[in-house]
């Protein structure tokens, strides 16, 4: 999968340093990852959530921070969407974001 943005993760490990290495683990697995469906997603991150219309949550650091990213199985592309700590992620429209 090629992932999109990797500089919204850089920034925000920078003001979470503990975020950092999960972050950095979870952009190498995916960019070697070939998820053609959510269930492959499932089968390696069995605690991510599963949204509507291609979007998927990660838990980062034991839920404290969330991660939202767009997925399209098609074009094998990831963007990412929303990271932030688990209060800014009820702040948001999952669907909109």
């Known amino acids: 999968m090629r992932v999109f943005s990797k500089k919204i993760l850089r920034e925000f490990w920078e003001k979470h340093n503990d975020a950092e290495q999960q972050l ?3 952009h190498k ?3 070697r990852a070939k998820w053609i469906t959510p269930n492959a997603i499932k089968a390696e991150y069995s605690k991510a959530s599963i ?3 291609g979007r998927v949550v990660f838990n ?3 839920g ?4 939202i990213v767009d997925v399209n199985y098609k074009r094998e592309w990831v963007f990412v ?7 800014d992620y009820d702040k948001v429209d999952t669907e909109k974001i």
């Open 81 to 87: 969407r929303f990271i932030g700590t688990h209060n």
């Open 51 to 53: 949204l509507k219309n």
């Open 60 to 62: 980062i650091c034991g």
């Open 29 to 31: 697995e995916t960019s």
């Open 24 to 26: 950095k683990t979870w």
């Open 64 to 67: 404290s921070y969330r991660l």
